[in-house]
């Protein structure tokens, strides 16, 4: 069975400030692993993902995340932090199996605040 | 193109109604996943479709939950005798066959009263 878990389910940063949102996961087979945004009200934007090219993903506004197996970890970044940036994060896996049925698992998120 | 389109946006229903959540995927998406979102539980998978394959209906949460897919293309989700439990955003997600990535539709609200 995959899991998720996001490390803190509130992150606070100062605008231009580092952002960095942890994710650790668990998968028995090699994993598919994504980044979602959420706005409110809004459905699931997706980030970035990971499936088993580079292990340095760069995604959507300036996102980035890093697939390291050995700690079984997707955490994502981004340089400097922007107003627009506030949000709520969810990182998911679903399992590289061979078959056609991605479905995900989610952490259980994570609200990214900026202050000025 | 499109994205993925559900109705309603909101719905409001007493206790005990039967509710139909819609989902219109991204043309040519032959996958299509359902999702729950509740405060409580967080995101849960409910069922999924791909073509005409059998679905996967193992996150369906009790056999008051039903979903269909006509036609390989839009998919409809039932929620019969619903509970004050059921009140969450559903939301329906769609890809490309064998492609793991998914684009998710807005999400309908959905409040028992």
């Known amino acids: 069975a995959q899991s998720v878990t996001q490390l803190g389910s509130h992150v606070s940063v100062s605008e231009g400030a580092l952002v960095l949102l942890r994710c650790n996961y668990s998968?028995?087979?090699?994993?598919?692993l994504f980044w979602y945004v959420q706005y409110p009200n809004q459905g699931l934007q997706l980030l970035l993902k990971?499936?088993?090219?580079?292990?340095l993903v760069k995604g959507i506004n300036g996102f980035e995340a890093e697939f390291k197996k050995s700690e079984t970890s997707f955490h994502l970044t981004k340089p400097s932090a922007h107003m627009s940036d506030a949000a709520e994060y969810f990182c998911?896996?679903?399992?590289?199996?061979?078959?056609?049925?991605?479905?995900?698992?989610f952490g259980k998120g994570t609200l990214l605040t900026v202050n000025p | 193109g499109a994205g993925v389109s559900q109705s309603p946006s909101n719905k409001v229903t007493e206790k005990g109604k039967d509710v139909e959540l819609r989902c219109d995927p991204i043309?040519?998406?032959?996958?299509l996943y359902w999702y729950r979102q509740s405060l409580g539980q967080g995101l849960e998978f409910l069922i999924y479709?791909?073509?005409?394959?059998?679905?996967?209906k193992s996150g369906l949460p009790s056999d008051r939950f039903s979903a269909e897919r006509t036609g390989g293309s839009v998919s409809t989700l039932t929620i019969q005798r619903t509970q004050q439990e059921d009140s969450a955003v559903y939301l329906c997600?769609?890809?490309?066959?064998?492609?793991?990535?998914?684009?998710f539709g807005q999400g309908t609200r959905l409040t028992v009263v």
């Open positions: 990971y499936t088993s090219a580079a292990t």
């Open positions: 043309s040519g998406h032959t996958a």
């Open positions: 479709f791909q073509g005409n394959s059998a679905p996967d």
């Open positions: 998911a896996v679903s399992e590289n199996s061979g078959g056609s049925n991605y479905k995900l698992t």
């Open positions: 997600a769609s890809s490309s066959y064998r492609v793991p990535e998914a684009f």
């Open positions: 998968s028995s087979v090699p994993p598919y």
